[in-house]
């Protein structure tokens, strides 16, 4: 039976439920309200009657769990609110339901983790993790690339939006070809390596690019803990 839609739709009541109509007759929302604020659940419906949001108010702000789905019905993302701020925990799927970013909120600004995965893979691999604190960037963060057949292409590390740290490449096959060391966005040291592994090239802050020719002595080949030293 088809709902008789008003041409001019009715003022929300202060108290009780406000029900809303696509113009098929299909219901689009229903809202509670208290002293003529939202406060409740609020729930919307596609004009196929297929749900798609659901969230909680509180006294006109949202407070609580907010969910929205896919045309598929498959989740879309979850996001916490407290007092009409992001406050916990926002996490998001791509349409096929693979997990793409999670991250966390508190009092409307991102504090703490934010790591995000690549949707073009079953595997769903990781490609980026930020660490924020107060709305700001804060500590290290990691990012990865991906060859085509999964396997790592590249990875590195930044602080205050400066490389910072090892950078590495891989060949498609998985052999490390180079890496980069720098400090707050200035290169410190470059090592290459050939495809059986032998080292090729070497770079240190005491000295210009060098091409090698093996043996190498050790007391040249910078190691992760010499760099951490000089931090």
């Known amino acids: 039976m088809t709902k008789k ?15 809303k109509y696509h113009l098929n007759g299909e219901v689009e929302s229903k809202t509670s309200y208290m ?6 659940m609020k729930t919307c419906w596609r004009v196929n009657g297929k749900k798609w949001a659901e969230e909680m108010w509180k006294a006109g702000k949202k407070h609580g769990l907010q969910t929205v789905w896919y045309e598929s019905e498959q989740k879309w993302y979850e996001i916490m609110w ?16 693979a997990m793409v970013r999670k991250s966390t909120w508190w009092d409307g600004n991102q504090h703490g983790m934010d790591t995000k995965w690549d949707n073009t893979s079953t595997r769903n691999r990781k490609t980026k993790e930020q660490m924020w604190w107060g709305g700001k960037k804060h500590g290290i963060t990691k990012r990865w690339e991906w060859n085509a057949d999964d396997t790592k292409s590249s990875a590195e590390t930044f ?25 707050r966005g200035k290169k410190y040291a470059r090592i290459e390596w050939d495809n ?13 690019q ?16 010499h760099l951490k030293t000089t931090t």
């Open 210 to 225: 060098t091409k090698i020719t093996p043996p190498i002595p050790k007391s040249r080949l910078i190691t992760h803990r």
């Open 159 to 183: 602080r205050g939006g400066k490389t910072h740290g090892v950078t590495t490449w891989w060949d498609e096959d998985g052999t490390k070809r180079r890496e980069t060391y720098r400090i």
């Open 196 to 208: 059986k592994g032998k080292v090729t090239w070497i770079e240190l802050p005491t000295s210009t």
């Open 35 to 40: 002293d003529g604020k939202k406060n409740g």
């Open 82 to 97: 407290k007092d009409g701020k992001k406050n916990g925990l926002q996490t998001k799927w791509e349409s096929g339901g």
């Open 5 to 19: 839609i008003n041409k001019k739709p009715s003022p929300p009541p202060p108290n009780g439920v406000d029900i």
